[in-house]
């Protein structure tokens, strides 16, 4: 379905608003769109109020992911799957921009060539895997992209730049659905639900799966957790005292570091959860682990 017009979407998912917390609507087909031919397939959020972070008694919880902390979302859209390889590629050949390679050791990243030809990453990626190798840089860029593209057929726009990466509650609020389980599906790992390192899929702790590979969580979304970490627009913060309570990100003049969500396909189940997060560095290298080398995106929009 192509997407026409804001007021059109922004009805649908208000309709919502009275659900609470823990009420799930229906997937409707209506609230899907796409804005324009490179634009990714946007899932509209409805509005809510859930409580981010986990409680004490979750297993595997680290102590980033606390205090709980009430926080109401308005509603937005995000992209059904992360952005994928074929995405990406379509942004590198159309812009020509270069980003720097993810872990210059072993020449892991994105290269263009001749602009005759078209761009491919290093080791050429199936079109469906979520693209990786990707800095928070690298995300905003195709993020400025997109916004340019939606405008051109849509100029009731103007200036404004609706797109953009999710906050960290919003990634969280939209990951749970609706759901206060440490999953989306339940508190345990269960098999076939993911892709990590202990998940029960064929492609476990081996290489990325398809973006399309697992079942969406009941807002539509789909491969939420597992598989590839996800950046968020916000800085990293050790834990939620002083965070926002109104969905939008936590920014910092001095941010060196954003926060990533969901977890990797080499990740162990402890970090396959809803309330997860690891902060990563600018440019996804960290010292105790390389980041960027298996983090994507999905992008957010905003609605009126």
């Known amino acids: 379905m192509t997407w026409r017009t804001p007021a059109i979407l922004i009805a649908l998912v208000a309709a919502t608003l009275l659900l609470g917390a823990q009420a799930v609507p ?59 390889s074929a995405e990406f590629l379509a942004f590198l050949s159309a812009t020509g921009y270069q980003p720097q390679p993810c872990n210059p050791l072993l020449g892991l990243g994105w290269r263009q060539l001749h602009r005759s030809q078209a761009a491919t990453p290093t080791d050429v990626e199936p079109p469906r895997w979520p693209a990786v190798c990707l800095d928070w840089k690298d995300a905003e860029a195709f993020v400025a992209w997109i916004n340019g593209r939606a405008r051109l057929g849509h100029p009731e726009i103007g200036n404004r730049t609706p797109y953009r990466l999710p906050s960290e509650a919003e990634w969280e609020y939209a990951v749970r659905a609706g759901t206060n389980t440490a999953r989306w599906w339940g508190e345990d790992i269960g098999e076939g639900r993911a892709n990590c390192n202990g998940c029960g899929s064929k492609w476990d702790n081996q290489l990325l799966a398809p973006v399309d590979a697992f079942a969406a969580n009941p807002f539509g979304l789909v491969g939420v957790l597992g598989n590839a970490w996800e950046w968020t627009a916000d800085c990293w913060h050790p834990s939620y005292v002083g965070a926002p309570a109104d969905g939008r990100a936590w920014i910092d003049s001095f941010c060196t570091k954003h926060v990533v969500r969901g977890g990797a396909w080499n990740n162990v189940p402890i970090f396959i959860r809803s309330a997860a997060r690891v902060g990563a560095s600018q440019s996804g290298a960290d010292q105790d682990y390389d980041y960027s080398t298996l983090t994507g995106f999905r992008i957010a929009r905003d609605l009126p």
């Open 26 to 84: 229906k997937i409707n087909a209506d609230r899907n769109f796409r804005e324009c031919p490179e634009c990714p397939e946007m899932v509209g959020i409805p509005a809510g109020k859930f409580l981010m972070g986990s409680p004490a008694r979750e297993p595997g919880r680290f102590d980033s992911e606390g205090p709980q902390h009430a926080v109401t979302v308005k509603a937005f859209a995000l992209s059904k799957y992360p952005v994928t």
